[in-house]
Protein backbone atom coordinates (compact mmCIF):
# COMPACT_ATOMS: atom_id res chain seq x y z
CA UNK A 1 0.00 0.00 0.00
CA UNK A 2 0.98 3.52 -0.17
CA UNK A 3 0.37 6.52 2.32
CA UNK A 4 -1.21 6.00 5.47
CA UNK A 5 -4.38 7.11 5.93
CA UNK A 6 -5.75 5.12 2.64
CA UNK A 7 -6.85 2.31 4.09
CA UNK A 8 -9.02 1.80 6.78
CA UNK A 9 -7.23 -0.21 8.59
CA UNK A 10 -4.78 2.40 9.62
CA UNK A 11 -7.65 4.61 11.18
CA UNK A 12 -9.28 1.63 13.38
CA UNK A 13 -8.20 0.19 16.42
CA UNK A 14 -10.00 -2.61 17.31
CA UNK A 15 -12.32 -1.85 20.10
CA UNK A 16 -11.25 -4.76 22.44
CA UNK A 17 -7.78 -3.16 23.52
CA UNK A 18 -9.71 -0.41 24.86
CA UNK A 19 -11.77 -3.09 26.82
CA UNK A 20 -8.86 -5.20 27.72
CA UNK A 21 -7.12 -1.91 28.61
CA UNK A 22 -10.24 -0.91 31.45
CA UNK A 23 -10.17 -4.51 33.00
CA UNK A 24 -5.96 -4.42 32.74
CA UNK A 25 -6.55 -1.67 34.52
CA UNK A 26 -9.43 -2.65 37.21
CA UNK A 27 -7.13 -5.07 37.98
CA UNK A 28 -3.93 -3.48 38.62
CA UNK A 29 -2.31 -5.25 35.51
CA UNK A 30 -1.00 -1.53 34.25
CA UNK A 31 2.66 0.13 33.46
CA UNK A 32 3.85 -3.20 35.10
CA UNK A 33 7.54 -2.49 33.14
CA UNK A 34 8.45 0.96 35.02
CA UNK A 35 11.00 -0.04 37.47
CA UNK A 36 10.12 0.81 41.32
CA UNK A 37 13.07 3.30 41.61
CA UNK A 38 10.31 5.75 39.32
CA UNK A 39 7.91 7.87 41.74
CA UNK A 40 5.12 6.91 38.28
CA UNK A 41 6.44 2.75 39.43
CA UNK A 42 3.88 -0.06 39.98
CA UNK A 43 6.67 -1.49 42.46
CA UNK A 44 8.28 -4.04 40.97
CA UNK A 45 12.01 -5.02 40.00
CA UNK A 46 12.96 -5.49 36.39
CA UNK A 47 13.10 -9.67 37.42
CA UNK A 48 9.31 -9.68 38.73
CA UNK A 49 8.78 -8.20 35.82
CA UNK A 50 10.31 -10.93 33.76
CA UNK A 51 8.26 -13.17 34.62
CA UNK A 52 4.87 -11.48 33.79
CA UNK A 53 6.48 -10.20 31.01
CA UNK A 54 7.15 -13.87 29.47
CA UNK A 55 3.59 -14.68 30.43
CA UNK A 56 2.24 -11.23 28.50
CA UNK A 57 4.49 -12.05 25.57
CA UNK A 58 2.72 -15.20 24.70
CA UNK A 59 -0.44 -13.13 23.46
CA UNK A 60 -0.14 -10.43 20.38
CA UNK A 61 -2.73 -8.37 22.70
CA UNK A 62 -1.50 -8.56 25.97
CA UNK A 63 1.71 -6.08 26.28
CA UNK A 64 -0.73 -3.12 24.67
CA UNK A 65 -3.74 -3.81 26.95
CA UNK A 66 -1.41 -3.98 29.58
CA UNK A 67 -0.14 -0.53 28.44
CA UNK A 68 3.59 -2.86 28.59
CA UNK A 69 4.00 -2.61 24.61
CA UNK A 70 7.11 -1.01 23.07
CA UNK A 71 7.72 1.64 21.66
CA UNK A 72 5.59 3.47 24.55
CA UNK A 73 7.66 1.51 27.58
CA UNK A 74 11.10 2.80 26.41
CA UNK A 75 9.35 6.20 25.30
CA UNK A 76 7.99 6.51 28.89
CA UNK A 77 10.76 5.44 30.41
CA UNK A 78 12.78 8.08 28.74
CA UNK A 79 10.45 10.91 29.81
CA UNK A 80 10.40 9.21 33.59
CA UNK A 81 14.34 9.48 33.85
CA UNK A 82 14.98 12.33 31.57
CA UNK A 83 12.25 14.73 31.46
CA UNK A 84 11.59 17.91 32.95
CA UNK A 85 8.30 18.47 34.63
CA UNK A 86 6.48 20.54 32.14
CA UNK A 87 7.27 17.19 29.75
CA UNK A 88 6.41 14.38 31.98
CA UNK A 89 2.52 16.59 32.34
CA UNK A 90 2.68 16.68 28.63
CA UNK A 91 3.60 13.56 27.48
CA UNK A 92 4.35 11.20 30.21
CA UNK A 93 0.79 11.34 31.77
CA UNK A 94 -1.33 10.25 29.67
CA UNK A 95 1.43 7.74 28.06
CA UNK A 96 0.81 5.98 31.35
CA UNK A 97 -2.84 6.65 31.17
CA UNK A 98 -2.66 4.76 28.06
CA UNK A 99 -5.11 7.96 26.48
CA UNK A 100 -2.18 8.16 23.44
CA UNK A 101 0.56 6.20 22.50
CA UNK A 102 4.51 7.56 20.62
CA UNK A 103 7.25 6.17 18.42
CA UNK A 104 11.23 6.22 18.66
CA UNK A 105 12.73 7.84 15.33
CA UNK A 106 16.03 6.77 15.43
CA UNK A 107 16.95 4.18 12.25
CA UNK A 108 17.65 6.27 9.23
CA UNK A 109 17.42 4.39 5.64
CA UNK A 110 20.52 5.93 3.90
CA UNK A 111 23.12 5.14 6.70
CA UNK A 112 24.60 2.39 8.57
CA UNK A 113 22.54 2.96 11.94
CA UNK A 114 24.17 0.42 13.67
CA UNK A 115 26.40 2.82 14.24
CA UNK A 116 24.16 5.39 15.71
CA UNK A 117 26.97 7.96 15.18
CA UNK A 118 26.49 7.95 11.72
CA UNK A 119 22.71 9.86 11.85
CA UNK A 120 22.73 12.60 9.89
CA UNK A 121 18.66 14.17 10.51
CA UNK A 122 20.10 17.46 11.27
CA UNK A 123 18.57 19.15 14.64
CA UNK A 124 19.84 22.90 14.29
CA UNK A 125 19.42 25.87 16.88
CA UNK A 126 17.24 28.64 15.44
CA UNK A 127 16.56 31.44 18.36
CA UNK A 128 14.32 29.84 20.82
CA UNK A 129 13.60 26.59 17.96
CA UNK A 130 15.16 23.53 17.00
CA UNK A 131 14.93 22.75 13.18
CA UNK A 132 14.78 18.98 12.53
CA UNK A 133 15.45 17.90 8.90
CA UNK A 134 15.61 14.22 7.74
CA UNK A 135 14.22 11.24 6.78
CA UNK A 136 13.92 8.19 9.24
CA UNK A 137 12.32 4.23 8.72
CA UNK A 138 10.83 1.57 10.91
CA UNK A 139 9.43 3.95 12.94
CA UNK A 140 7.61 1.17 15.29
CA UNK A 141 4.11 2.79 15.85
CA UNK A 142 4.36 5.54 13.77
CA UNK A 143 1.05 4.57 12.25
CA UNK A 144 -1.41 4.17 14.71
CA UNK A 145 -3.73 7.08 14.60
CA UNK A 146 -3.05 6.99 18.68
CA UNK A 147 0.28 8.01 18.18
CA UNK A 148 0.59 11.98 19.26
CA UNK A 149 4.29 12.40 19.89
CA UNK A 150 7.98 11.31 18.45
CA UNK A 151 10.96 11.12 20.47
CA UNK A 152 13.55 12.13 17.34
CA UNK A 153 17.49 11.42 17.56
CA UNK A 154 19.42 13.50 15.02
CA UNK A 155 22.77 15.41 15.30
CA UNK A 156 22.48 18.85 16.65
CA UNK A 157 26.59 19.73 16.58
CA UNK A 158 28.05 18.00 13.74
CA UNK A 159 31.42 19.22 14.32
CA UNK A 160 31.97 18.55 18.27
CA UNK A 161 35.24 16.86 18.35
CA UNK A 162 33.62 13.88 20.44
CA UNK A 163 31.42 11.75 18.26
CA UNK A 164 28.67 10.49 21.01
CA UNK A 165 28.12 14.13 22.00
CA UNK A 166 26.98 15.21 18.26
CA UNK A 167 23.68 14.09 18.79
CA UNK A 168 20.38 15.22 20.55
CA UNK A 169 17.17 13.51 21.43
CA UNK A 170 13.82 16.25 20.80
CA UNK A 171 10.51 15.83 21.53
CA UNK A 172 8.46 16.48 18.37
CA UNK A 173 4.21 16.29 18.68
CA UNK A 174 3.18 13.76 15.73
CA UNK A 175 1.12 16.55 14.26
CA UNK A 176 3.61 19.93 13.96
CA UNK A 177 4.50 20.80 10.47
CA UNK A 178 6.46 19.35 8.15
CA UNK A 179 6.19 16.13 9.58
CA UNK A 180 5.31 13.30 6.90
CA UNK A 181 4.16 9.75 7.62
CA UNK A 182 6.00 8.49 3.95
CA UNK A 183 4.78 4.73 3.83
CA UNK A 184 4.47 1.58 6.16
CA UNK A 185 7.82 -0.65 6.31
CA UNK A 186 6.17 -4.36 5.14
CA UNK A 187 7.75 -7.28 7.01
CA UNK A 188 7.83 -10.43 4.95
CA UNK A 189 4.46 -9.01 3.57
CA UNK A 190 2.87 -7.97 6.57
CA UNK A 191 2.73 -4.23 7.67
CA UNK A 192 1.25 -4.44 11.42
CA UNK A 193 -1.67 -1.92 10.70
CA UNK A 194 -2.89 0.14 12.84
CA UNK A 195 0.67 -0.08 14.17
CA UNK A 196 3.18 -0.13 11.64
CA UNK A 197 6.79 0.82 11.06
CA UNK A 198 6.42 3.72 8.87
CA UNK A 199 9.25 5.75 6.81
CA UNK A 200 8.69 8.94 7.92
CA UNK A 201 10.01 12.36 6.48
CA UNK A 202 10.87 15.38 8.55
CA UNK A 203 11.16 18.54 6.52
CA UNK A 204 12.16 22.01 8.25
CA UNK A 205 10.09 20.86 11.44
CA UNK A 206 10.53 23.56 14.20
CA UNK A 207 10.03 22.57 17.96
CA UNK A 208 10.81 25.10 20.98
CA UNK A 209 14.69 24.15 22.93
CA UNK A 210 12.25 23.22 25.65
CA UNK A 211 11.73 20.04 23.73
CA UNK A 212 15.38 18.87 24.43
CA UNK A 213 15.78 15.34 26.41
CA UNK A 214 18.13 15.89 28.93
CA UNK A 215 20.44 18.46 27.07
CA UNK A 216 22.07 19.12 23.80
CA UNK A 217 24.18 17.07 22.81
CA UNK A 218 23.43 13.96 25.58
CA UNK A 219 21.33 12.18 23.33
CA UNK A 220 23.42 9.13 23.32
CA UNK A 221 22.58 9.16 27.40
CA UNK A 222 19.30 9.09 26.37
CA UNK A 223 19.42 6.43 24.14
CA UNK A 224 21.58 4.34 26.41
CA UNK A 225 18.71 4.90 29.31
CA UNK A 226 16.20 3.93 26.93
CA UNK A 227 17.75 1.08 24.56
CA UNK A 228 19.28 -1.17 27.34
CA UNK A 229 15.64 -1.78 29.57
CA UNK A 230 13.83 -1.46 26.67
CA UNK A 231 15.63 -4.16 24.74
CA UNK A 232 15.45 -6.72 27.54
CA UNK A 233 11.31 -6.18 27.62
CA UNK A 234 11.85 -7.86 23.71
CA UNK A 235 13.79 -10.90 24.95
CA UNK A 236 11.18 -10.86 28.31
CA UNK A 237 7.94 -10.71 25.48
CA UNK A 238 10.34 -13.41 23.40
CA UNK A 239 10.22 -16.14 25.75
CA UNK A 240 6.74 -16.28 26.16
CA UNK A 241 6.03 -16.23 22.32
CA UNK A 242 8.54 -19.32 22.22
CA UNK A 243 6.44 -21.31 24.88
CA UNK A 244 3.53 -20.81 22.53
CA UNK A 245 5.38 -22.09 19.58
CA UNK A 246 6.63 -25.11 21.02
CA UNK A 247 2.86 -26.15 22.55
CA UNK A 248 1.53 -25.70 18.82
CA UNK A 249 4.64 -27.95 18.25
CA UNK A 250 3.81 -30.91 21.10
CA UNK A 251 0.28 -30.52 20.34
CA UNK A 252 0.87 -31.44 16.54
CA UNK A 253 3.10 -33.72 17.21
CA UNK A 254 1.03 -35.74 19.61
CA UNK A 255 -2.35 -35.36 17.47
CA UNK A 256 -3.81 -38.79 17.05
CA UNK A 257 -5.46 -37.68 13.73
CA UNK A 258 -1.50 -36.97 12.77
CA UNK A 259 0.33 -40.46 11.78
CA UNK A 260 3.18 -41.51 9.54
CA UNK A 261 4.09 -44.61 8.87
CA UNK A 262 1.57 -45.72 11.43
CA UNK A 263 3.19 -43.51 14.33
CA UNK A 264 2.47 -40.36 15.62
CA UNK A 265 4.92 -37.72 14.80
CA UNK A 266 6.25 -37.44 18.16
CA UNK A 267 6.91 -41.44 17.91
CA UNK A 268 9.64 -40.53 15.19
CA UNK A 269 12.90 -39.91 16.76
CA UNK A 270 13.55 -36.65 14.57
CA UNK A 271 10.38 -35.01 16.05
CA UNK A 272 10.99 -36.19 19.19
CA UNK A 273 14.41 -34.46 19.27
CA UNK A 274 13.28 -31.55 17.92
CA UNK A 275 10.69 -30.93 21.06
CA UNK A 276 13.70 -31.37 23.34
CA UNK A 277 15.84 -29.05 21.85
CA UNK A 278 13.14 -26.30 21.69
CA UNK A 279 12.95 -26.88 25.41
CA UNK A 280 16.06 -27.01 26.25
CA UNK A 281 17.33 -23.64 24.18
CA UNK A 282 14.22 -21.87 25.73
CA UNK A 283 15.10 -22.67 29.13
CA UNK A 284 18.67 -21.34 28.51
CA UNK A 285 17.67 -18.30 26.89
CA UNK A 286 14.72 -17.54 30.20
CA UNK A 287 18.02 -17.90 32.50
CA UNK A 288 19.99 -15.36 30.68
CA UNK A 289 16.83 -13.13 30.07
CA UNK A 290 16.58 -13.06 34.48
CA UNK A 291 20.33 -12.74 34.75
CA UNK A 292 20.03 -9.37 32.58
CA UNK A 293 17.10 -8.23 34.84
CA UNK A 294 18.64 -9.21 37.86
CA UNK A 295 21.64 -6.89 36.26
CA UNK A 296 19.78 -4.21 35.67
CA UNK A 297 18.23 -3.92 39.29
CA UNK A 298 21.49 -4.17 41.17
CA UNK A 299 23.80 -2.23 39.11
CA UNK A 300 21.92 -0.42 36.62
CA UNK A 301 21.41 -0.56 32.61
CA UNK A 302 24.49 1.17 31.83
CA UNK A 303 27.11 -1.77 33.98
CA UNK A 304 24.73 -4.21 33.09
CA UNK A 305 24.87 -3.91 29.40
CA UNK A 306 26.67 -7.34 28.73
CA UNK A 307 24.50 -9.17 30.33
CA UNK A 308 22.05 -7.46 28.25
CA UNK A 309 23.67 -7.76 24.84
CA UNK A 310 23.89 -11.03 25.89
CA UNK A 311 20.24 -11.92 26.31
CA UNK A 312 19.49 -9.64 23.20
CA UNK A 313 21.52 -11.54 20.86
CA UNK A 314 20.76 -15.10 21.95
CA UNK A 315 17.08 -14.82 22.54
CA UNK A 316 15.83 -13.57 19.02
CA UNK A 317 17.86 -16.53 17.58
CA UNK A 318 17.08 -19.20 19.80
CA UNK A 319 12.89 -18.08 19.66
CA UNK A 320 13.70 -18.05 15.73
CA UNK A 321 14.74 -21.87 15.92
CA UNK A 322 12.04 -22.78 18.37
CA UNK A 323 9.40 -21.46 15.71
CA UNK A 324 11.13 -22.41 12.87
CA UNK A 325 10.91 -26.09 14.32
CA UNK A 326 7.22 -25.55 14.93
CA UNK A 327 6.65 -24.67 11.77
CA UNK A 328 8.59 -27.69 10.16
CA UNK A 329 6.24 -30.26 11.85
CA UNK A 330 3.12 -28.30 10.51
CA UNK A 331 3.98 -28.90 7.34
CA UNK A 332 2.76 -26.58 4.66
CA UNK A 333 0.42 -25.06 7.12
CA UNK A 334 2.64 -23.59 9.66
CA UNK A 335 3.14 -21.24 7.39
CA UNK A 336 -0.28 -20.84 6.22
CA UNK A 337 -2.83 -18.09 7.49
CA UNK A 338 -4.62 -20.58 9.93
CA UNK A 339 -1.77 -20.73 12.38
CA UNK A 340 -0.02 -17.49 13.81
CA UNK A 341 3.76 -19.23 13.24
CA UNK A 342 4.29 -17.35 9.92
CA UNK A 343 3.41 -13.85 12.04
CA UNK A 344 5.89 -15.17 15.02
CA UNK A 345 8.52 -15.94 12.75
CA UNK A 346 8.54 -12.87 11.15
CA UNK A 347 8.75 -10.63 14.20
CA UNK A 348 11.36 -12.72 15.72
CA UNK A 349 13.58 -12.86 12.37
CA UNK A 350 12.88 -8.85 12.70
CA UNK A 351 13.97 -8.73 16.17
CA UNK A 352 17.20 -10.04 15.29
CA UNK A 353 17.75 -7.17 13.27
CA UNK A 354 16.40 -4.55 15.56
CA UNK A 355 18.79 -5.80 18.42
CA UNK A 356 21.66 -6.24 16.81
CA UNK A 357 21.98 -2.61 16.01
CA UNK A 358 20.53 -1.62 19.36
CA UNK A 359 23.58 -3.51 20.73
CA UNK A 360 26.09 -1.47 18.89
CA UNK A 361 24.12 1.60 20.20
CA UNK A 362 24.45 0.20 23.88
CA UNK A 363 28.01 -0.44 22.83
CA UNK A 364 28.96 2.88 21.86
CA UNK A 365 27.06 4.48 24.98
CA UNK A 366 29.96 3.33 27.28
CA UNK A 367 32.25 6.24 25.79
CA UNK A 368 29.90 8.58 27.35
CA UNK A 369 31.94 9.47 30.85
Not at 259 to 278: D, Y
Request: glycine share 8%; proline share 5%; hydrophobic share 40%.
Amino acid sequence: MGKIGTDDRWKIVPPIIEDLKKKAKSLGLWNLFLPKYYPEDPGLTNLEYATLCEIMGRSHLAPEATNCSAPDTGNMEVLAKYGTEAQKRQWLTPLLNGTIRSAFAMTEPNVASSDATNICTTIRRSGSNFIINGRKWWISGAGDPRCKVYLVMGKSDPGHKEKHKQQSVVIVPADTPGVTVVRPMHVFGYDDAPHGHCEILFQDVKVPVENIVLGEGRGFEVVQGRLGPGRIHHCMRSIGLAERALEYHILRATDSSRRTFGKLLAQHGTVAQSIAESRIEIDQARLLVLRAAASIDSVGPKEAMNEIAIAKVVVPTVVCRVIDRAIQVHGAGGVGQDLPLAYMYSGMRTLRIADGKKMFALHDARHLA
